[in-house]
C-alpha cells in the first residue's frame, strides 16, 4: 500500500516552475529515492511535503489525510520527519537535549505542571529521558549524551539528527542528502544504518541523495526530476539505464552510449 500519495503537485515561485504536475507513489516500508541534477526540485518537494512551502496546485497525502495547508508541527503530529542538506542541530545543546527537542510534539506536560512539579509530568519526563538514551544507543550515540552537538565529528552530528526525527515517531522519514561530506566508509556505513531503520523499526524513508553509489545501493524504487517534472521511475536498475536520465546528467548526446548497468 501507498503511504504517501502525491497527485498533480506543482510549485511555483514567481516564473519560476520548481515542480511541475508531479505524481509520486511511495510505498509502505519501502526505501524510494528521489533523484535530479541540481536545481529539479527534490528539496522544493520536501519543502512541500513537511508544510514549509504551499503547493499552488495538486495534493499530498499520508494515508487518507491530506497535509496540504497543515503547518510544520502538524504535518509533524501526523508522522513525517525530516533531515536537512546542511545539518540543523542545535549547536550549543547536548546530544540528549536535541532529542528531547525532537520529542516536544508528544509530551503533554503544560506549563504549570512543570513549575509545581507535579507526579505526571516528573513521569512523563522520566519516560522521555529514557527514550532519548535509547535512541542514541540505536545510532550508535550510546555515551555521548552529555557531549554538545557542535562538538561531536561530522558523522556523528548526522546520526544526531536522524535520532532527533526518530524522537517524533515517525511513518515516513525524509532525508536530504544525509551522505553529502561521507567518505566511501561513512556512506556505506549510513547505507547499513538506513537498511537497519527501516527493517528495524518499519518506518518508510524517503531519501534525497547525490551519490549514486547509495541511492543504487539501497533504493527498492527511484524517481528522477529534472527542472521540476518527473522523466524516469522504477528500479535502481532501470532509472540507470534510461535515456532521459542519462542525458539530465551527462548532457545530449550521452543517452547514446550503451548502458554499462
Excluded at 546530544?95 to 506549563?111: F, K, P, Q, T
Excluded at 522519514?173 to 551522505?179: F, Q, S, T, V, W
Excluded at 518499519?202 to 524504487?221: A, C, P, W, Y
Excluded at 521540476?228 to 535515456?243: L, N, R, Y
Amino acid at each position: 500500500m501507498a503511504v504517501i500519495t502525491i497527485t498533480k503537485l506543482t510549485k511555483q515561485f514567481g516564473g519560476l516552475i520548481a515542480i511541475e504536475n508531479l505524481d509520486i507513489e511511495v510505498k509502505e516500508q519501502s526505501i524510494h529515492s528521489v533523484i535530479g541534477p541540481n536545481g529539479a526540485g527534490k528539496t522544493t518537494l520536501f519543502n512541500c511535503m513537511t508544510g514549509f512551502y504551499r503547493p499552488e496546485i495538486g495534493d499530498i497525502r499520508l494515508d487518507d489525510h491530506s497535509l496540504v495547508g497543515l503547518l510544520p508541527d502538524q504535518i509533524v503530529r501526523h508522522g513525517i520527519a525530516r533531515t536537512y542538506q546542511n545539518i540543523r542541530l542545535f549547536p550549543d545543546l547536548t546530544a540528549m537535549e536535541n532529542i528531547l527537542v525532537g520529542m516536544h510534539s508528544h509530551l503533554r506536560s503544560g506549563y504549570f505542571g512543570i513549575v509545581l512539579g507535579l507526579p505526571t509530568t516528573r513521569k512523563e519526563e522520566q519516560k522521555a529521558n529514557e527514550e532519548a538514551l535509547r535512541l542514541l544507543k540505536f545510532v550508535n550515540l550510546a555515551g555521548k549524551g552529555d557531549l554538545l552537538a557542535k562538538n561531536l565529528p561530522y558523522g556523528n552530528q548526522r546520526r544526531l539528527e536522524i535520532a532527533r526525527a526518530l524522537a517524533t515517531r515517525p511513518k515516513v522519514l525524509c532525508l536530504d542528502e544525509p551522505a553529502a561530506g561521507m567518505n566511501p566508509k561513512e556512506s556505506q556505513d549510513l547505507m547499513d544504518f538506513i537498511r537497519h531503520l527501516r527493517d528495524v523499526l518499519g518506518i518508510t524513508i524517503l531519501l534525497i541523495e547525490h551519490q549514486m553509489r547509495v541511492v543504487m545501493g539501497i533504493s527498492e524504487k527511484v524517481t528522477v526530476l529534472d527542472y521540476g517534472k518527473k522523466i524516469a521511475e522504477g528500479t535502481p536498475t532501470e532509472v540507470q539505464c534510461d535515456p532521459r536520465v542519462i542525458e539530465a546528467y551527462l548532457g545530449r548526446g550521452s543517452a547514446t552510449q550503451p548502458c554499462a548497468a
